[in-house]
């Protein structure tokens, strides 16, 4: 085991976005980096493998400045041999270019394998439908965010096969998956794994997977017990202000925990009806269905009652988003039909009745992105000015709501920063927090575990918990399968499909 250690300073002007003394990479072997979204994973994964702008962002690699450092002949070797994968499929594909075409851009045209890497992510899929797939030209709705995510799987994949027909053993390589998975369900996530470990084990090569699914490592113990001497887990954890740093992360904390957590209770607070929503509903056109079994044989109207919680499953884009932002209002169906405390809704119901009685009152959602439902321009105390509460939010009451996920004292600094400059996790605690404290009959949760760390899940999962056993409905939507699968019993389990 050759373990490298890298110390990499970023900064944006005068200011400092991330310093890291310790980012370990162990050479031809796997590492699975977690840490909350917005310490800084990335950017220093970046900069190590040589993707940073010197023009745009001052960089020190080993005390070497930037150019320096990507004049090195084994930091040219290494872009020459490997392949990062961005967190967001969108930034690194060109909408100009047909995905056959991207895919045989460069050095990639060397690889022999692109039908066989191909029908392995699709696995369902038949040619004719793999086919389409490539000749589209990728645009922000075709084709869905999980297939932009394969797509960029499988132009790794073939950089991985050229490394293994052209470069002997010993040649340096970075393979970086950021967030390889954020789009996918596990299915697909096993699939990833299962091929890149296939490949890993005819050839090793140095991998840096970057992800926030802890679930990962049931399956890694499940599956790749042989491989695990070759695998580390590793955690980047915040020190204090933009100095972060790299430590071990025991599996057994995680699989412990998910053994010990509070299992799903089969029965609710009682048996007061929350929210009853039509199994069918048509949306933008499509025709969706709800059902109580995988098979999507057994046809059934959502139903919440007091103190449930609900997990509706269904692959990435086939729209349980979607089905949050109806309930909601946020979106207007063509064809739908729901109660919800006793109000009766449809698609012939005036918007104005879900701003005048449910937004903030009878329902709130917690949204996906923190970065799309927070006024980054407000300051964390604005955030929560102005939510219709039945009784004014003190500073003293606001600082006991913001302590259940923020550690260390709340200060009247923290309370006047800007949401902008928090970090992604950091938002997304607010993005939770702010929603909680309306204590809505029905709480909907739309990836409500995004970018957090793992002690962050741990407190979010505990004051779901709670919240539950004081009644409150709850409509879950994550692709945090194995955790989900566990928090709920299966009797609350949905399924939603297109019909």
């Known amino acids: 085991m050759t373990l490298e250690r890298f110390s990499v300073r970023v900064k944006a002007g005068q200011r400092t976005v991330v310093s890291a003394a310790n980012y370990g990479v162990f050479q031809d072997e796997v590492t699975f980096l977690f840490g909350e979204s917005g310490i800084g994973k990335s950017m220093v994964s970046k900069a190590v493998y040589g993707l940073l702008d010197p023009d745009e962002l001052s960089a ?5 400045p930037y150019t320096v450092y990507l004049d090195d002949a084994e930091v040219k070797e ?7 994968v961005f967190q967001e499929p969108s930034s690194h594909l060109n909408s100009l270019l047909k995905i056959s075409d991207q895919l045989n851009e460069g050095s990639l045209r060397l690889s022999k394998d692109e039908a066989a890497i191909m029908e392995r992510l699709w696995q369902d899929a038949d040619v004719a439908a793999i086919r389409r797939i490539l000749d589209v030209f990728p645009k922000p709705y075709r084709p869905s965010g999980g297939e932009k995510q394969r797509v960029l799987l499988a132009m790794a994949f073939k950089k991985i096969d050229v490394l293994m027909r052209t470069t002997g053993a010993g040649g340096r390589s970075f393979f970086v998956f950021d967030e390889p998975t954020g789009s996918l369900d596990n299915r697909y996530r096993n699939l990833f794994l299962g091929l890149l470990f296939e490949k890993y084990a005819k050839r090793p090569f140095t991998v840096m997977i970057i ?7 049931s399956e890694l113990y499940a599956n790749y017990r042989p ?8 955690e980047l954890r915040r020190k204090e202000g933009a100095e972060v740093e790299v430590v071990d992360f025991s599996a057994q904390d995680y699989l412990s925990w998910l053994g010990e957590a509070p299992a799903g209770s089969s029965f609710g607070v009682s048996e007061t009806p929350v929210l009853n929503f039509g199994a069918r509903f048509t949306v933008f056109g499509r025709n969706l269905c709800l059902y109580k079994d995988p098979a999507h044989t057994k046809e059934a109207d959502l139903e919440i009652n007091k103190g449930e919680m609900v997990y509706v499953k269904a692959p990435s ?13 946020l979106y207007p169906a063509q064809k739908f039909g729901m109660t919800l405390c006793g109000l009766r809704l449809t698609e012939k119901t005036p918007k104005k009745i879900w701003s005048a009685k449910i937004w903030g009152k009878k329902a709130g959602m917690v949204f996906q992105h923190a970065d799309e439902s927070l006024n980054l321009a407000a300051s964390v105390k604005e955030t929560f000015d102005g939510l219709p509460l039945s009784e004014k939010l003190t500073l003293g009451r606001l600082s006991q ?14 309370l006047a920063k800007k949401v902008a400059m928090l970090s992604g996790g950091q938002k997304q605690r607010l993005n939770l927090l702010r929603t909680i404290v309306l204590a809505t009959d029905l709480l909907i949760l739309d990836e409500p575990l995004n970018g957090l760390d793992f002690l962050s899940v741990k407190k979010v999962l505990s004051i779901l918990d709670k919240k539950r056993s004081e009644g409150t409905a709850m409509l879950m939507i994550s692709h945090n399968e194995e955790i989900f699968d566990h928090f709920v019993d299966k009797e609350h389990v949905y399924y939603l499909a297109e019909v």
């Not at 290494?78 to 990062?84: L, Q, R």
């Not at 491989?227 to 590793?234: C, F, K, Y």
């Open 78 to 84: 290494i872009k020459k041999n490997s392949f990062f």
């Open 227 to 234: 491989l695990l001497p070759r695998i580390h887990l590793q």
């Open 211 to 217: 992800t926030h699914d802890y679930s990962i490592i």
């Open 401 to 414: 709501v913001l302590s259940e996920l923020f550690d260390g004292k709340i200060t009247q600094a923290f």
């Open 317 to 329: 884009g086939v729209g349980k988003t979607t089905l949050a932002k109806v309930i909601m209002g």
């Open 60 to 64: 020190t690699v080993n005390d070497k």
